[in-house]
Structure formats: C-alpha cells, structure tokens
C-alpha cells in the first residue's frame, strides 16, 4: 500500500467522524443554525466519500464505469468544497444577523 | 488542460472564498465561540492550498520527462566476483507534492475536528442549561 493510499483511508476516517460530530451538533440546535449544520453534515460525508475514492485509485482501480476515478474524487470534492462555503455562508448570516439585533 | 485540472481550480476559488467566509465570521464572534473558530479559521485555506498543490502535481506530471532525473550505476569486482548496483530517480518532486497535498488534507481534517469538537461541547452546554 502507498503512502498517499494510507494517509487517504486514514482521511476517510476523520471526514467521517467529522461528518458525526456534526450530526452530533445538528442534534444539540435548532432553526436557522440547525439548517447551516445540516450543510456541513452532508459535506463531511461528501468529503470522507471524495477520500475512499481516491484511496481506492491510489489502490490501483483507475477507471468505474468507464469514469475516471480522479475525476470522480475531484467532483467529491467540489460538492464538499460548494457545500462548505454555503453552511459557512449561512453562519455567517446568521450570526451577523444576531450581531446586528444585539448592537 | 483537461477536466480533473478544470475542476480542481474551481475546487481551490472556491476554498478560498469559504476561507474569507470563515475569518469574517471569527471576527463576528467572541468568548468560547471564538475559539472553536479559530481552530476551524486557518483550516479553510489549509484546503485550498492543498488543491494549489494538486494542479501542480497534476501540471508537473503531465509534462514529466520519460527519463529518470538521476541514474547512478556502481559495478564492483572483488576477487573472481562481480555485482552491481544500479538507481534511478524518477521526478522525485511529483511523489513528494502528492504527498504534501495528501498530508495537508490530514491536517485540514485534524484541525476541523477540534474545532468541532469545541464547538459541539459549547452547544452541549447550552442545550443542558436550557
């Protein structure tokens, strides 16, 4: 097994239990917060899929169905990253909204 | 430049607009709150820097030379006996960038996970008090 192969499952693992731990969050908050949780849920498993698929093409399967296994992980990756800035957005939002109705 | 490259670009803008996000919103923020974003803050661009190194990885693999970079051959004769001894180096620097990207993607990760933690904590609190 590769270096990259090992440091990507390892990966994997944390984007899952990052994926948990907000969940965990989503549970302890409701509203407005809870929707931009609901985000970051969805993008930790986005995320801890992107890093299987490139530890799976690091293993040595190149192609799925005839799609590209790099091009796979990158997209992952992308609707991560989309998903990400909109729940940070949404924090963002939220709490200058807060911030603005204390001031 | 093909499509893997096309999107990775996307992939890094992207991260930093989230990572401008982040730091508006840690400035937004004070107290415990604060800390767990300062955790999540220097995260963000970790991510983006990881997809910098990416298309360069990709960049630099595309227009590697088909020939290794160092080649060293040792014959040695002792006695009646003969071995040798032959290495090559291959672009030694495409190897290292992946590993980089791979090993900052693992701290982007560590670092979102404290910062989380932190943040799940400071909402348990809240929820128990209420």
Known sequence: ?103 | MVSVDIVAIIITIIGLAAALTARKTWLLVEGDLAESWRWILPSVPIYATSFIVLILHNFLQRYAVSRPVVSLVVNLNLADKQTGFKMQIWEPIILVLKNIQVLSELLFLILVLIGLTRQYRLFKELSSKQ
């Open chain 1, 1 to 103: 097994m590769s270096f990259v192969a090992f440091v990507e499952i390892i990966n994997f693992f944390l984007a899952s239990l990052a994926a948990i731990i907000s969940l965990g969050i989503l549970r302890k908050v409701a509203g407005n917060l809870a929707l931009s949780w609901k985000y970051s849920f969805v993008a930790f498993q986005v995320l801890a899929l992107a890093t299987l698929l490139t530890a799976i093409y690091e293993l040595g399967t190149r192609f799925v169905a005839g799609i590209d296994m790099q091009l796979l992980g990158n997209t992952a990756h992308f609707i991560f990253v989309i998903l990400a800035f909109f729940g940070l957005l949404r924090q963002y939002q939220l709490l200058k909204g807060l911030t603005n109705r204390g001031g």
